[in-house]
């Protein structure tokens, strides 16, 4: 079994020598192209606020990727939203496929487990899926290294945007810890850490 995990490649002074990230075309379906994803769920539910739902997403991103190859660039699970930055493979723009293969695969696992407590009118399989996860997505082709590191920064200090904690090195599941051990950030990065949400839209 193939494990995620979560890449380093800032292209910033920090970085240790990548170019992976130099733009060629300004399109959103590029070949091989970098993408940051948010993924929602149904009505804002707290799915992803205990451990068991964390590690099967995991297990279902583990799978797809697997079958599907992609690098996870970086990542932050917050309990009603998921923000990625995926890198596909060459030749490959196939990102809904592989959103849609995660969310059926957590779907089926977490409606195995939680099932009994799901809304009966949600009887079958498919029906229930759509009461777990939101069916639209928010997708950014990634253009260049400033946008690729602003949408890291974005994703590692979005638990102190939303109010989940007062720093980013309390959130627990993000790759920003990842990015520390790898000397990206000091453990304090975040205190005065401004998004320029007029030039950069996130979704969430
Ligand atoms: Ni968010």
Known sequence: MCRVRSGFERTDGRHKGYNYFMPEYRRIFH????YFLTLVTYKRQNIFSISKTVALLHESIEHVICLHPFKIVA?????????FIWRLPEGDANYSTRISQIKRRFSKQYIAI???QLKKSASQDKRRELTIWQRRFWEHWICDEEDLNQHIDYIHYNPVKHGLVDRVCE???????DYVKAGFYDSSWGQGFHVDEKKYTFGE
Do not use: E, I, R
Not at 31 to 34: I, L, M, Q, V
Not at 75 to 83: E, K, T, W
Not at 171 to 177: A, D, G, L, M
């Open 171 to 177: 959130w627990k599941v993000s790759s920003f810890h």
């Open 31 to 34: 070949p091989g192209g970098t």
């Open 114 to 116: 939680f099932g009994a």
């Open 75 to 83: 990542f932050v699970f917050l309990p009603d939203h998921l923000h």
